[in-house]
């Protein structure tokens, strides 16, 4: 097993550990700390899987904007101070963790049993793959900027949309009421 | 390159998504919610990271990249709204538990 192997497997584990973190712990500010935790050790997998740029965008919404949103919320509906009562003795629990471990069971089955088909259709090599690195970096910056303007476009779009939508919503309740 | 073989990702893929649809079922906290949504689209973008690089390992397709960069703008979008929403039905409701919330309901 290389260091680059090694690497990977710790970030894959500690991405899952830090996944399950978020939904287990009781104090949710811990989750949304465990939450940005996943998001660097993701970005880590990316970074190691030659994708620099999702990396640095992968720090830059989840590990930062959607934190921080996450930490406002927390704070202006006083989350951390009266937690919602944990499930206890709630059959959906048993019902929902059983669930998810079958559908678990099941996939790894499936994927050790049968060849996956898309993975036919991944393995076929485009024609750039056997260029240096510092091209293929050039190519798909180039790609990125160059030929994906409407999709950039759109996403202006929605996140004015978003913003929009976050204004109508967090009006204050006289104006709304009026 | 040496790197980590396809099922590995697949398994680990398969994993958050798990975690993801684990907190969607059993938890009532919104904001808990929310979090689910936000494992399941990373469990969504690795999965399509690892499809794109599986051709030969240190290369990854720019397709994929766009993509994945447009879905993590319009999940960064959602999150703001959904958490908009949140802090509305907490002001509405007082409470973060979405049984609280039956007058949503038909």
Redesign the interface.
Known sequence: MTITVAWQLALLAATCGFALLAVELHDILHAVLALLAMSVCLAGIFWQMSAPFLAMFQLLIYGGAIVALFIVTVALTGARARSVKAPGRDPLWVMGGLTCVAVLVLVYALIRLRPFETLGYAQLAPVFVEASPSIVMQQVSHFLWEYRGPDLIAQGFVALAAALGCIALLRPPHRRDS | ????P???????T???L??????L?????I??L???I??LT?AA??LF????????P?????????L???S??????????A??????A??RYG???VRQLRKLRW
Request: hydrophobic share 55%; proline share 1%.
């Open positions: 390159m040496t790197t980590l396809v099922h590995y990702y697949l398994l680990g398969f994993a958050l798990t975690i993801g649809f684990y907190c079922i059993t938890r009532r906290n904001i808990r929310v979090i689910a936000d494992i990373n973008h690795l990271i690892v499809f794109a690089s599986s051709a030969k240190g290369f990854t397709q720019p397709l994929a990249h766009a994945i960069i447009v993590m703008a319009m999940d960064g979008c959602v999150v703001a709204v958490l908009a929403l949140v802090t509305l907490y002001r409470s973060r538990d």
